[in-house]
């Protein structure tokens, strides 16, 4: 039940082994880099305590996330092409939190949610940006509450944004796309807010093939800025 602690203010290479809290904590402004593959069996905190803490990932790098993640505001934080996986497990009652307190959402690339034996639920502790999500089987995101999702990939069919194979919980909050392509698929689900607001031309194409059902309980909103 130890704390591993970087808090060094030089530039940092991250060890990828199995810790149970990982803390990046310097005091000044830094970049620390995670090449290869953490496995985070509790909590992990991004948090510098002065300055900027700037996380940048190699191609390489994924995560593994067994416990809550907090990335605080003076967090930059660049994604890998690698996938970030949160499976806590713990089955009914138990939930695992991600939590972004920087003012424009960091996007934490691709992402999935899994089983760790027993399934895992997600919920979100502030608005997220990913660019792609898959929730497999019998695993659960919950928004919990106003927040937002933005999603910043591309694709359609198996490739779009969002892949929902267990359950979506919308709550009270909001799946924004904005990704830019000739082809962004929009999942087949109950949505509470649903937003298209590309940055740029772009081309949606809403349901599957296997489903073509897009349903919106609150606010359906189109609004192309680019």
């Known amino acids: 039940t130890s704390t591993f602690q970087y808090a060094g203010i030089g530039a940092t290479n991250i060890t990828g082994t199995t810790y149970y809290n990982l803390s990046f904590v310097p005091n000044g402004t830094v970049t620390y880099t995670v090449a290869t593959t953490p496995t985070i069996n509790n909590t992990l905190l991004m948090d510098a305590q002065s300055g900027t803490l700037t996380v940048t990932n190699t191609s390489a790098a994924t995560y593994i996330l067994r416990g809550d993640w907090t990335i605080a505001s003076d967090v930059v934080y660049n994604k890998s092409s690698g996938t970030t996986t949160f499976a806590k497990g713990g089955g009914a009652g138990v939930w695992q939190t991600f939590t972004d307190n920087t003012a424009s959402k960091q996007d934490l690339g691709i992402c999935q949610i899994s089983a760790n034996t027993t399934n895992t639920t997600l919920k979100l502790g502030s608005s997220a940006t990913m660019e792609i999500l898959t929730i497999n089987a019998s695993q659960t995101l919950d928004l919990n509450g106003a927040n937002t999702l933005s ?36 999942e087949p689900a109950t949505y509470y807010n649903l937003t298209i ?18 349903r919106v309980d609150g606010t359906l909103l189109m609004d192309p800025s680019g």
Request: proline letters at 6%; hydrophobic letters at 40%; zero cysteines.
């Open 197 to 214: 607001a590309p940055t740029a031309t772009a081309m949606y194409q809403a349901g599957t093939a296997s489903s073509q059902i897009v």
């Open 151 to 186: 999603l910043t990939g591309n694709g359609i069919g198996a490739g779009r944004p969002l892949r929902i194979g267990g359950t979506f919980i919308p709550s009270t909050g909001t799946i924004q796309h904005i990704g830019v392509s000739a082809g962004v698929g929009i």
